[in-house]
């Protein structure tokens, strides 16, 4: 019971102190001011063009929990996308542990796979991270995950679907 409770405490203390209205929060202080503005607008067109939501945050410290969990955590906090159609992803980036997750919204889960997903992180990010080049990993990663949307809209389209 007291674990639970303590886990509980953590899960509120954590999510509390993440601004949920922000489509990036940047607790790891990877981007520069313009990079941030930057990467807020690519988020923000996207949307505006296509309705799916893209959030990034970048965590100093996991915690000592998987990053799966708190991208769960994370991802419930913001309901991301539209809510009819579950079209929301999330991008979390814990430089100290060297993770990355991408979480998608139901809507996308048959758009963007756990496979694609797999190979934008190693692909993409994670050479560019490697390099010592955080942000700009995380950019790459961002315009991957675009484009993959983008390609299979663009293609359901296309086919009426």
């Known amino acids: 019971m007291k ?9 509120f203390c954590f999510c509390f102190a993440l601004n949920f209205n922000e489509q990036i929060n940047d607790e790891a202080h990877i981007f520069s001011q313009n990079e ?19 959030a990034i945050v970048t965590l100093n410290s996991l915690e000592s929990r998987s990053i799966e969990e708190l991208s769960l955590e994370i991802a419930r906090g913001y309901k991301l996308g539209q809510k009819k159609d579950n ?4 991008l979390v980036v814990a430089p100290n ?16 796979t756990d496979a694609i ?34 390609y299979t809209h663009l ?7």
């Open 3 to 11: 674990k639970a409770l303590a886990l509980l405490l953590f899960v």
């Open 36 to 54: 941030r503005d930057e990467l807020l607008n690519l988020v923000q067109n996207f949307e505006q063009n296509s309705t799916t939501q893209i």
């Open 87 to 90: 079209n929301g992803v999330l």
């Open 97 to 112: 542990e060297k993770k990355v997750r991408i979480e998608v919204g139901y809507g996308l889960e048959g758009v963007l």
């Open 117 to 150: 997903s797999s190979e934008i992180i190693n692909s993409v990010m994670i050479p560019e991270f490697k390099n010592g080049k955080m942000s700009e990993g995380v950019k790459d990663g961002v315009l991957a995950i675009i484009k993959a949307v983008s």
């Open 155 to 161: 293609r359901a389209h296309e086919t009426g679907r």
